[in-house]
């Protein structure tokens, strides 16, 4: 049947055709969509998408049938539903339904099939929502005639939010075709089904006797119909009876098991059930059929230089292991999913240790590792969970995060003393005894491992991790219980942490002394439900995070602070793909689209910005099309997989390796070669960049850094005590810093210097509480339960007072004088910086970035920015205008600010070679290939500029002029000298700080010398002429008094008195008042009036001067003019004399009208300083006709 239109533009249905056989499946049951009903526009990428399969013409009943019309208007080639519902047939009358809102009056799709989970009702009990409000039950024709329940509404879960799916989702059959209970002998009659017979008839037959055997034990079990599939056709019946078993012998785990006896016995006949291949062994299968090694042969084994240093790992229970390789930090993603594996990944702080080896107790959650189980169970894993295994000739290192990186080993077994080395994750290991290992990681951290007694193990046995070194060398030992599990951290001084697990192996407490080395406290604790996923974590100030989960899959976290973020996926299992995360009361949301054939992910952002990302099978990125359709493209070395280039616009990137696969060279465009250098174990020797200056570093037989040499030579030298902590460090100048440890603990007791001794005294933590300093000086410090300090008890009696939020950001700070509240959102991102309650607010976009600034008095700054969350435009306050042009890597190009313009050249580096203005001056730069500046042109003046290899200014050149600069080992300047015949010199003490200043000029000469205390502060200065500056000072440091003398006689003395840390409450013996936000308002007798953005007035009633924004335009008279870009450009006094300013387009003042006949000029170098200053008048010469200024 099809749909014709008469001349008036009604619907006519015409005659059915006759047909031998149809499919009574939905697609020829009533409904599919009508795409002609308006909807709102689609603002990106993903809302077109969405549209896809969500649309207000869609009918939600049926979303693939046939007949649906909305719009009242023609459209040929309409098919009506082959099957209606006998007791609602569709009309001419019904066919249209003009208001898509009112879909629930249309007839119920008929049909004997599967019910689609995305039909309404059943999609609505998973939380799938139709694009218009579903009315009240008694409007619904589904409830009405016993289809639905009444209760549907109430029932209905949601898998987004983790509100339980109910059972009645399950039901599958179409309506009317779904029964509570069919028993025996039921009888069944189908009519007009089949080509031959009318009717057709059968009774549901005998209930077969069903029992299920484990390992010998026998128990029968109740068999219950799940479905009846009835094939007329085929004159063919299906049942599917199931039966379960709760209770078993003991626990069994298919996949890891080997062997499971069990058999299901039907009517007394056994039905052997195949134990499913565990795991393990499908993994060395497939190992050997060579399905999961992928790793590379650059050369063979046996052959010169043969080193491999990727490959597929092959740890137990595996699926996907190549999405696991990239770092939590290093993943490319918006917030805390990677969209280029697909994963979302989590990294949680429960407690931190702050003392001689600094630790933090952390938490990784990764969706891709959702299968394995550790002490936190599926998908997590802690820091102190890392391992090291020998396997088939490779050697695996689980890693802080959970991450398994693995290197094949030449010979298949590594021998004691030897090491092998994975330089794209910077960690080498070393087997140090039969049974032990150490890994060093290019950062400096080491961890040591042995192999321990387990009461349940799977595959290879592990060596565990048993130590973990400090940055300079201290240590904390792990320890673990009879059945392997993880029992304490020894602290240094003989304290510990306790962990604590249940009966299964689960963390479920962690306990952690106090300050004061008391009993131990709760610092963290877990809930574990009896699935086996993590559902609370509380930490040791009580707050809690909670997490809901879907087949395995975290799919909602549950902030301490009470925000909420979901997230959803597309697939099951390890091979799921997060796809989506909301958060916040308004539903923010990220998607992360993915095609499997083109292997492209499109990541949109909050705000419907997309780019998107080509993905190698790999899972790495080989192409990026940026939000404004630039592209970055990747090539990956076909051995190694390391990246061997990347192009943008800006030209090729090159990246070389040494024969170990060392990153040895970076090539890029208008920016020279950097070249690297590193011993065997990868550690980076040297350092070269573009213009051939060199950094070097040299490291002991443990890997610790024992000398470091600057650019220029500068050396830094590291000792140990033996294989123990550092024990001093030579600085350059030959300044030495001793370092005293505690015996027992190791934490640094005292540093001695040539200025004296510092001490720190410490908790039963190891955490400093009392640092006195080399004046005898005593700061306490306080911390809160979570190890946050919380209090500073400074030198006199100052206290300065940290308030934190419940994810430990810094919300108050006083100090007695000061009070500054720092207003946080829920994501701790800054809202508004508050003294005396009054403060101006920060207004963010749905990605968290400013997008407007609300000063005290409600005015206004608004940042515009471009799909990237770059700022393209400001406005604002005093109608001020700012724009900007970008470039495809984000760099300005182009400036305007009210009617000035400029445009910005740049080398293929982003480093400006040349900015035009639009007054037509301009400034050039030329750029050495390290990235200094060697040239600065502005006009006709030209300076040529050198430096050293620390990017020191050693030279400036200006046409004949040249000015050279000499620095100390420390990189102070100790000599500047001017080929215009000034000499300055400086002498410096061991620690850096000037203690004199000789400049001469022919025959003239300057000299300043300075007295200091220990701590740098200057105490005395010696002036010429036997005049001196003489100050005392607090323990802060501030002077409280200050004294001019001639030899030992008193010229001038003045004082000064201080509250809190900084705020100046007397000088010279007047007094400072401040307001209740800290303001200066009186000096004296002298007052002055601020209003609530910080404007001046003498006049308390704020009537004396004008402003338009924060511009002065009128005060006592005088008027001052700006121009558009905010600066002034003229001054009238009362009188009428008016003084004129005059700026060029880089910004800079370059003249002052005094009247029409005089004015000041000023000139400017390449770096725009200013370089000179003339008063200039008019001079009318005969003959000319311009006038000369000079």
């Known amino acids: 049947r099809e749909v014709e239109w008469t001349q008036a533009g009604r619907p006519r249905i015409t005659p059915g055709e006759p047909f031998e056989e149809v499919e009574i499946s939905y697609i020829n049951a009533y409904g599919g969509a009508d795409l002609r009903a308006p909807a709102p526009s689609a603002p990106s990428l993903i809302e077109i998408l969405h549209r896809i399969g969500d649309h207000p013409g869609v009918y939600p009943r049926n979303q693939s049938g046939k007949g649906y019309l909305v719009v009242d208007s023609p459209i040929d080639g309409v098919e009506l539903p082959n099957l209606e519902d006998p007791d609602h047939l569709l009309t001419a009358d019904n066919l249209i339904v003009k208001d898509p809102a009112l879909w629930y009056r249309q007839p119920l799709p008929w049909f004997l099939d599967w019910h689609y989970p995305a039909m309404f009702p059943r999609g609505y009990y998973i939380g799938a929502k139709p694009w218009f409000p579903v009315p009240d039950s ?5 409830v009405r005639r016993g289809f639905v329940p009444e209760m549907w509404r109430d029932i209905a879960g949601d898998i987004a939010t983790g509100k339980p799916i109910p059972p009645v989702y399950y039901q599958e059959a179409s309506l009317g075709m779904t029964f509570s209970d069919l028993r025996e002998g039921t009888p069944i009659e189908v009519v007009g089904m089949h080509p031959e017979r009318e009717r057709m008839t059968f009774a549901i037959p005998r209930f077969p006797k069903m029992e299920i055997e484990v390992e010998g034990d026998r128990q029968q079990v109740e068999a219950k119909i799940l479905h009846v599939v009835i094939t007329p056709h085929e004159e063919k019946v299906e049942i599917t009876w199931a039966g379960i078993r709760e209770d078993m012998p003991r626990a069994f785990f298919p996949g890891i098991h080997g062997d499971i006896p069990i058999t299901l016995w039907v009517d007394g006949h056994p039905i052997p059930f195949e134990t499913p291949e565990p795991i393990y062994q499908k993994i060395k299968k497939a190992e050997a059929e060579g399905k999961l090694d992928v790793r590379p042969q650059r050369r063979r084994p046996g052959e010169p230089g043969y080193v491999e240093i990727m490959g597929a790992l092959l740890p137990e229970d595996r699926p996907r292991r190549e999405r696991d390789q990239t770092a939590h930090a290093d993943a490319v993603g918006l917030g805390d999913v990677d969209p280029v594996a697909g994963r979302l990944l989590l990294k949680e702080t429960d407690w931190e240790l702050a003392g001689p080896v600094p630790f933090a107790f952390r938490r990784f959650y990764s969706s891709s590792m959702a299968w394995r189980a550790g002490a936190l169970l599926l998908g997590w894993t802690h820091c102190l969970e890392q391992a090291v295994w020998e396997q088939d000739g490779w050697i695996l290192y689980r890693m802080e995060d959970g991450r398994e990186i693995g290197v094949p080993v030449p010979g298949g077994e590594l021998g004691i003393g030897a090491s092998v080395h994975r330089p794209n994750v910077g960690v080498t290991v070393l087997r140090v005894a039969s049974d032990a290992f150490e890994v060093r990681t290019d950062e400096g951290r080491r961890y040591a491992f042995t192999k321990i007694a387990e009461s349940v193990s799977v595959g290879a046995p ?3 991790l048993s130590r973990i070194w400090g940055p300079d060398g201290g240590a904390l030992d792990v320890r673990y219980d009879t059945h392997g599990r993880l029992d304490g951290l020894m602290l240094p001084g003989g304290r510990h942490v306790r962990f604590e697990h249940d009966e299964r192996g689960r963390l479920t407490r962690v306990f952690a002394p106090t300050r004061d080395g008391g009993d131990l406290v709760v610092a963290a604790r877990y809930e574990i439900d009896v699935s086996g996923q993590l559902r609370e974590a509380v930490d040791g100030r ?26 959803t996926y597309d697939g099951q299992g390890a091979r799921a793909r997060c796809v989506g995360e ?38 790495q990125i080989d192409r990026v099309l940026d939000r404004f359709a630039n592209e970055t493209t990747r090539v990956y070395d076909e051995t190694s997989g390391l990246l061997a280039s990347q192009t943008t616009k800006n030209g090729e990137t090159t990246f070389l390796y040494d024969a170990a696969y060392h990153l040895a060279d970076v090539s890029a465009p208008d920016a020279g070669s950097v070249g690297l250098e590193h011993d065997a174990l990868g550690r980076l020797v040297k350092e070269t960049d573009a213009d051939g200056h060199a950094l070097k570093r040299s490291w002991d037989h443990l890997g610790r850094l024992s000398a470091a040499v600057d650019r220029v030579g500068a050396s830094v030298i590291y000792d140990y005590d033996g294989e123990g902590p550092l024990r001093s460090l030579l600085l350059p100048g030959e300044t030495r810093l001793a370092i005293e440890r505690d015996p027992q603990s190791q934490a640094i007791a005292s540093i001695t210097s040539s200025a004296g001794t510092r001490y720190a005294a410490r908790d039963a933590l190891g955490r400093p509480v009392d640092v006195t300093d080399e004046l005898g000086q005593i700061t306490t410090v306080r911390y809160a339960p979570d190890g946050r300090v919380s209090d500073l008890m400074l030198p006199e009696g100052v206290r300065r007072t940290l308030e934190s939020d419940t994810e430990g950001r810094v919300t108050r700070l006083h100090d007695g004088a000061e009070d500054v509240h720092l207003v946080r959102d829920d ?23 400013v997008k407007m600034v609300e000063s005290e008095a409600f005015d206004f700054w608004e940042l515009v920015r471009d799909a990237a969350g770059r700022v393209i435009e400001e406005s604002g306050f005093s109608e001020e205008k700012r724009h900007a042009l970008r470039d495809h890597d984000g760099k300005v190009r182009r400036a305007m600010r009210g009617a000035s313009r400029t445009e910005v050249k740049r080398d293929r580096a982003a480093r400006p070679v040349e900015l035009e203005h639009g007054d037509g001056t ?8 390290g990235g200094k500046l060697s040239r600065a042109q502005d006009a006709d003046r030209v300076l040529q500029l050198a430096h050293d290899g620390e990017g020191r200014l050693a030279e400036e050149r200006a046409g004949q002029h040249v000015l050279t600069s000499t620095y100390d080992p420390r990189g102070a300047r100790t000599a500047l000298d001017s080929s215009l015949g000034l000499k300055v010199r400086v002498e410096r003490d061991l620690h850096g700080r000037a203690t004199q200043i000789i400049a001469t000029q022919g025959d003239q000469t ?40 001639f030899g030992d006689r008193a010229l001038d003395s003045m004082d000064f008195a201080w509250r809190g ?17 800290g303001r200066l308002v009186q000096v004296g007798p002298l007052s002055r009036a601020l209003d609530e953005v910080g404007r001046v007035f003498r006049d308390p009633a704020m009537s004396d001067l004008r402003y338009e924004g924060l511009r002065v335009v009128e005060s006592y008279g005088t008027e001052y003019g700006y121009d558009g870009e905010g600066r002034r450009v003229s001054k009238k006094n009362a009188m009428g004399d008016e003084t004129r300013y005059r700026w060029d387009g880089a910004g800079r003042l370059v003249s002052v009208w005094l009247s029409d006949d005089e004015r000041i000029a000023y000139d400017y170098d390449g770096l725009g300083r200013r370089v000179a200053r003339r008063r200039e008048k008019r001079v009318e010469i005969e003959g000319l006709d311009e006038p000369v200024w000079g």
């Open 138 to 142: 008694e409007l619904l024709e589904e």
């Open 462 to 464: 592990k060596a565990r």
């Open 542 to 567: 009580n707050r809690a995070a909670t997490y809901r989960y879907q087949a395995r899959l975290l799919t909602e976290q549950k902030l301490p602070n009470g925000l909420v973020r979901r997230f």
């Open 582 to 619: 909301r958060w916040g009361e308004d539903d923010k949301e990220r998607e992360y689209l993915w095609s499997e054939d083109e292997r492209v992910v499109g990541i949109v952002d909050a705000r419907g910005s997309s780019f998107s990302a080509r993905v190698t099978p790999t899972f």
């Open 827 to 849: 994501f701790g991102r800054l809202t508004q910086v508050a003294q005396g309650e009054v403060g101006a607010r920060l207004h963010h976009d749905a990605e968290g970035r």
């Open 922 to 929: 301009f400034q050039r730069f030329a750029w050495t290939p």
């Open 1006 to 1045: 300057l000299e300043l010398r300075f007295e200091r205390d220990a701590l740098g502060r200057e105490t005395r200065r010696h002036l010429p002429g036997g005049l001196s500056l003489r100050w005392q000072r607090d323990g802060l440091g501030r002077p409280t008094e200050r004294g001019v003398f």
């Open 1061 to 1077: 840390e900084s705020k100046l409450v007397r000088r010279a013996g007047a007094t400072h008042h401040h307001d209740a936000r």
